[in-house]
C-alpha cells in the first residue's frame, strides 16, 4: 500500500503569496487529518475530517487558512495570504475510524515563507 | 486546556541500556494513548498503543498506563542507536478522535 501521500513536500515562498498543500489518503481510510510541526509549538491539529465533512476545525489558526476535502482520495490545505510566522512541516495524517484509532502519517509537506 | 507533558529532554542512554520516556496528561476523559517514533526530517510513526491499565508488551518495547495517576510511560530495552530519535506521546481524549501531542522527548543511545 502506498501510504499517506503529500506535496510538494517542499515548498518556499515569499509573504502575501497563496499555497496549497496536498494529501492522498490511504485508500480505505474514512478519516483525514492536517496537522501544523512546529519546534515551539509541537504538533498541532489544524482540520479533521470525517467522510469527506469537517468535523473540527478549531484548529486552524484564522482566516487565512482554509481545507477542503472533495472527495475520499484528496484534500487540499490552503493558505492565503501565507506570513513567514506559517513556516512550519505541514503533515497530513489518516485513519481508519473516528475511535481514537491509529493515525498514519504522510511524509509532510515543509513550508518556508520569506 | 488538554495538555500532554513530556520531559524535552534530551534523554541519552548507552547501547544496550534500557530507556524510559515518561508522559502525564491532564484530560481525565482520555482513553487511548499513543507513541509514535520521528526520526530528524520524517514523520511521525506509531510504535505501539495503549488503552488498559498495566502494561502493554510489544518486543523491546514496553507501553505502561496508570489512569489514576494520569501517567503513560514507554520503556525501551536493549537500547539501540536506531532507537535514537524523537518520542512523542499522545492522548485521544475524550473526543475520541482528536489527538494531543506532547512535544516529544528526544532520545540518543551512544554506541
Known amino acids: 500500500d502506498a501510504g499517506v501521500i503529500q506535496s510538494p513536500r517542499h515548498e518556499v515562498t515569499e509573504m502575501g503569496q497563496e499555497v496549497t498543500l496536498r494529501c492522498k489518503p490511504i485508500s480505505g481510510h474514512n478519516s483525514l487529518f492536517w496537522y501544523r510541526q512546529t519546534m515551539m509549538r509541537g504538533l498541532e491539529l489544524l482540520i479533521y475530517?470525517?467522510?469527506?465533512?469537517?468535523?473540527?476545525d478549531s484548529g486552524m489558526p484564522e482566516d487565512r487558512f482554509s481545507a477542503k476535502m472533495p472527495n475520499a482520495s484528496f484534500s487540499t490545505l490552503k493558505i492565503q495570504p501565507s506570513e513567514p510566522r506559517d513556516s512550519a512541516v505541514y503533515f497530513c495524517a489518516s485513519s481508519l475510524l473516528t475511535g481514537g484509532e491509529t493515525q498514519y502519517f504522510g511524509p509532510g509537506t515543509r513550508l518556508l515563507v520569506l | 486546556q488538554k495538555e500532554v507533558e513530556q520531559n524535552s529532554g534530551p534523554l541519552s542512554v548507552p547501547e544496550g541500556a534500557i530507556a524510559s520516556l515518561n508522559c502525564t496528561y491532564s484530560?481525565?476523559?482520555?482513553?487511548?494513548f499513543f507513541w509514535y517514533r520521528q526520526y530528524s526530517g520524517k514523520s511521525p510513526e506509531l510504535i505501539m498503543f495503549?488503552?488498559?491499565?498495566g502494561d502493554k508488551e510489544d518486543g523491546r518495547f514496553t507501553a505502561q498506563l496508570n489512569k489514576a495517576s494520569q501517567y503513560v510511560s514507554l520503556l525501551i530495552r536493549d537500547s539501540q542507536p536506531s532507537d535514537s530519535a524523537t518520542y512523542l506521546c499522545a492522548g485521544s481524549g475524550s473526543s475520541n478522535y482528536k489527538l494531543t501531542f506532547g512535544k516529544g522527548t528526544l532520545l540518543t543511545v551512544n554506541p
Open positions: 495503549i488503552y488498559s491499565n
Open positions: 484530560d481525565r476523559g482520555s482513553q487511548s
Open positions: 475530517f470525517n467522510n469527506n465533512v469537517p468535523i473540527d
